[in-house]
């Protein structure tokens, strides 16, 4: 029954879409929240739909995971290491990013008791 | 006569339906770019660093590629990771000492006091086993965080030590790049494995040369910055 879903068209549609879909969510919420920490989630939704379609793009069935070992020498059934690593990365710096704009956000909430995007006007003037 | 004006806004939302219009370019141009076959080069390029790998005699290819093969950007992560701290210590450190934390239950204190050395000793397992399985510095100092903030939301008193966290951090910022000076005067590469690394010894802890010890060192910085993070975020002033 689960034969249909290991072909790897299937495997690349489903999470294409499924990605797709996830950042349209988070584009959504980007576009239409005003309280600025509901911004931040949305773009940490986006954020992990990439993660999602990376790691997704280049999963293949049959490949084992990219460990050696004395008996698994023969690399051309491993899966690449280079996206896992790349996501990593990515992974880090956007928790990183994440944490210092909630910062900024609880800053700017202590000295002016506001959390509406549009109600931030003391720039424009 | 006056102008009457018009909230040309209401009526069409245009923020939204261009931000739509956008993405879904965004989705046919990714869409195209799949369903065309990949260049063999890309293809290729797993499996070449994966023949590279064996040479290093660590088992784990996702970390040689982070530790060995992209050293220099992860010493530069971790720089991005520092900066971040420091940004938020700067934000929100306040010289008040008073929190105004929940007092939490009995349940919550006693399991805590339970689980933190088990999660303390499985941060550091998935630390120092990094380059054998799955796993590494960058997870393990995450577990390790995330015990720091099981005591820090149980315990009403409990506070990171600032000298401590400091310390470590100097340690590890320092300890990296000195590793990475030392590898440019043996090897003329910065970063160059110059501790014995053998395929023979593949599988064993102490293999790899460098690697385990860098990523060991990677662990240490990011458990100690996530601690800090998550403990500035969760002090609060009085006033508020």
Do not use: W
């Not at chain 1, 489903?14 to 920490?37: D, E, P, Q």
């Not at chain 2, 530790?67 to 010289?95: C, K, P, Q, W, Y």
């Not at chain 2, 023979?200 to 240490?220: A, K």
């Amino acid at each position: 029954m689960f034969e249909f879903f290991n072909q790897p068209e299937v495997i690349k549609t489903i999470v294409t879409l499924g990605s797709m879909l996830l950042f349209f969510v988070g584009l959504f919420g980007l576009l239409t929240r005003k309280h600025i920490i509901k911004i931040f989630i949305s773009i940490a939704i986006m954020e992990t739909s990439i993660f999602l379609l990376f790691i997704g793009l280049t999963f293949k069935t049959d490949f084992i995971a990219p460990i050696l070992d004395k008996i698994h020498l023969d690399v051309s059934t491993m899966n690449d290491p280079i996206p896992h690593a790349m996501i990593l990365t990515a992974i880090v710096i956007g928790m990183a990013v994440l944490a210092l704009g909630v910062s900024f956000a609880i800053e700017y909430f202590k000295l002016t008791g506001k959390t509406d995007i549009d109600e931030m006007s003391e720039m424009r003037h | 006569m006056s102008v009457k004006k018009i909230s040309l806004k209401r009526e069409l939302p245009t923020t939204t339906l261009s931000g739509f219009a956008l993405s879904g370019l965004l989705v046919l141009t990714i869409l195209n770019i799949l369903l065309q076959n990949m260049p063999s080069k890309i293809q290729t390029a797993g499996d070449a660093l994966l023949k590279l790998n064996a040479t290093e005699g660590v088992a784990n290819a996702v970390t040689t590629v982070v530790v060995f093969f992209r050293g220099f950007d992860t010493l530069g992560e971790i720089a991005v990771l520092f900066i971040a701290s420091l940004g938020i210590g700067l934000m929100l450190h306040s010289n008040s000492k008073c929190n105004i934390k929940a007092e939490s239950n009995f349940m919550l204190q006693t399991a805590s006091k339970l689980l933190f050395p088990i999660i303390l000793l499985f941060g550091t397992y998935v630390m120092i086993y990094g380059h054998l399985s799955p796993g590494g510095g960058f997870q393990g100092g995450v577990i390790i965080a995330s015990g720091v903030l099981l005591l820090l939301i149980s315990h009403k008193a409990f506070e990171v030590p600032h000298s401590v966290i400091v310390a470590l951090e100097t340690f590890a910022g320092v300890s990296y790049v000195l590793i990475g000076l030392i590898g440019l005067l043996v090897l003329d590469v910065f970063l160059g494995n110059f501790l014995p690394h053998d395929i023979s010894q593949m599988g064993l802890l102490l293999s790899g040369g460098i690697i385990p010890l860098v990523y060991i060192i990677v662990g240490i910085k990011v458990g100690s910055e996530m601690s800090m993070i998550v403990q500035n975020l969760i002090q609060r002033d009085h006033d508020v």
